[in-house]
């Protein structure tokens, strides 16, 4: 397959540098495979863990419905105080 990209030259240098591989095809195909191999190990550490180990491992901080009109301003203080209703052992 063919296409065309720019990208930034400083960012390719460091890849060569880092890599010594010398063409741009071959710093791409190296970024594509290492970012699919990533994700499939990512994938493959998750399956048969435990639901809540996944969550908790996710830095996942939790969610909440409100009522208030504007969050933008005082959000932190409103989920902290539906967390602790939902969640009374913080």
Known sequence: MSCQV???DALLLQAREATGLGSDRELLELGLRTLIRS???RELDWK???PLTRLL???FIGCADSD???LSQDYKAELATI???K???R
């Open 87 to 89: 969640h009374d052992h």
């Open 39 to 41: 994700r499939h190990k």
């Open 57 to 59: 491992e996710s830095d």
């Open 6 to 8: 720019t990208i930034d």
């Open 68 to 70: 208030a009109a504007d």
């Open 48 to 50: 048969g863990q435990n």
């Open 83 to 85: 967390l602790a209703e």
